[in-house]
């Protein structure tokens, strides 16, 4: 058996970064402005959207490559951009606003605030099913609502109201 075949390139190797890093911008950008939420858990809609993105970046990153090498030097280009922008993020407060992004106030002074939901696509039942969650009744126990950079929904109880 020719094992050769599995570590040879198929393709040229700066095709394969060129593809690895144009799909990745693209994808950072799909996934930095439209799956930024996450009210509790990933909604099974969120999940298909996030394979299904995943298995067309697939064809579009390796094109008519086949062998391994070709799948490793792309995977290598994927984390190098991953690091690279990680360290961006740390060395960087302005790169971190960009690429995190910045929490968002839901509610506050005893008010949804409307404009900021709507915007993140983020209902008043889908905030009711969070503080359930905190172990709070309902708004009136709830201080401050913020959706984090990192898609989490933090509640912030008011002080003695936690049941």
Avoid at 17 to 44: E, H, I, K, P, Q
Avoid at 66 to 83: C, E, F, P, Q, R
Wanted: charged share 25%.
């Amino acid at each position: 058996m020719d094992w050769s075949h599995l570590f040879a390139l198929t393709l040229s190797p700066l095709e394969l970064v060129l593809r690895g890093t144009l799909l990745y911008w693209f994808l950072f950008v799909v996934f930095r402005f439209v799956l930024r939420r996450d009210a509790g858990s990933m909604g099974v809609t969120d999940f298909l959207f996030v394979v299904l993105i995943g298995d067309a970046a697939q064809n579009g990153m390796i094109g008519e490559g086949t062998s391994s090498a070709d799948s490793m030097l792309l995977i290598a280009t994927l984390v190098g951009w991953n690091l690279l922008l990680n360290a961006l993020a740390f060395r960087s407060p302005a790169f971190e606003r960009f690429a995190m992004g910045r929490r968002q106030c839901l509610f506050k002074n005893g008010r949804l605030q409307r404009r900021q939901m709507r915007r993140e696509f983020i209902t008043a039942e889908e905030l009711k099913e969070k503080i359930h969650q905190e172990g709070l009744k309902d708004f009136d126990g709830v201080e401050l609502i913020y959706l984090e950079a990192s898609g989490e929904v933090t509640v912030i109880p008011k002080q003695s109201d936690k049941t």
